[in-house]
């Protein structure tokens, strides 16, 4: 079992819906959350770091259940420039240790 | 600022020779990080480096070797490369603290025929 895990995708979604990833760790000692954005071909870019309180960045929502070991993100009236793959880290050892979940593609169709 | 810069972008090898990944920061950044992206499989960690002077294995360290030159450049030797090595290298650095991000160099494509 991977570490990390997400949902396997593709999400194939029309322009304006919402649409929910669901990511789960097995390591309970995982310190740091955050969520990774890729285009294809490109470099993993920070999409937003995951606060216990939940937090909201625009269009983007992070959530966090630390008993349940379970990190989601939601993105609301989705637009053609969010079709990417969006990845879930993980850290552990203060830090040092990042461990990326395989990633979700999204499509957002027009 | 050039942020986190990989040279070469694409090289081919055939079995058996040897490269070496170059990767450079400019952010000051304590900690640097080779990973390797394949179809399904994630990023996979092959070796890291907390601090200058410092290297750790990661996920998937057989068949690469690396050296922390200095706190800027952290580069990734394939001494003798193999098809399964065939893959995109990604360099990252972050700043210390729990919870500082990584930043991602734009890769390095490897084709091992």
């Known amino acids: 079992r991977k570490e990390v895990e997400q949902d396997p995708g593709p999400f194939n979604v029309p322009e304006g819906a919402t649409v929910a990833f669901n990511c789960t760790y097995s390591?309970?000692?995982?310190?740091?959350f955050f969520w990774y954005r890729q285009d294809c071909r490109k470099e993993p870019k920070l999409l937003m770091s995951?606060?216990?309180s939940g937090n909201e960045d625009g269009r983007f929502t992070a959530q966090l259940n630390r008993a349940s070991q379970y990190i989601s993100l939601l993105i609301r009236d989705s637009k053609l420039s969010d079709s990417a793959t969006y990845l879930c880290v993980v850290t552990h050892n203060y830090g040092q240790n990042f461990v990326f979940g395989p990633g979700t593609r999204l499509s957002v169709l027009p | 600022n050039a942020g986190v810069t990989q040279t070469p972008k694409f090289q081919v090898l055939k079995t058996g020779q040897s490269m070496t990944l170059q990767c450079a920061q400019d952010?000051?950044?304590?900690?640097m990080y080779w990973y390797r992206q394949d179809p399904g499989m994630g990023l996979r960690l092959i070796y890291y480096s907390a601090s200058e002077g410092t290297t750790d294995k990661g996920e998937v360290p057989n068949g690469y070797n690396v050296s922390r030159l200095n706190k800027r450049e952290f580069s990734l030797r394939l001494e003798s490369a193999a098809p399964s090595q065939t893959s995109v290298y990604f360099c990252?650095?972050?700043?210390?603290?729990?919870?500082?991000?990584?930043?991602f160099g734009p890769g390095t494509r490897l084709t091992v025929l």
């Open positions: 390591n309970s000692a995982s310190q740091s």
């Open positions: 995951v606060y216990s």
């Open positions: 952010m000051n950044h304590n900690s």
């Open positions: 990252a650095s972050r700043s210390s603290g729990r919870a500082h991000e990584q930043f």
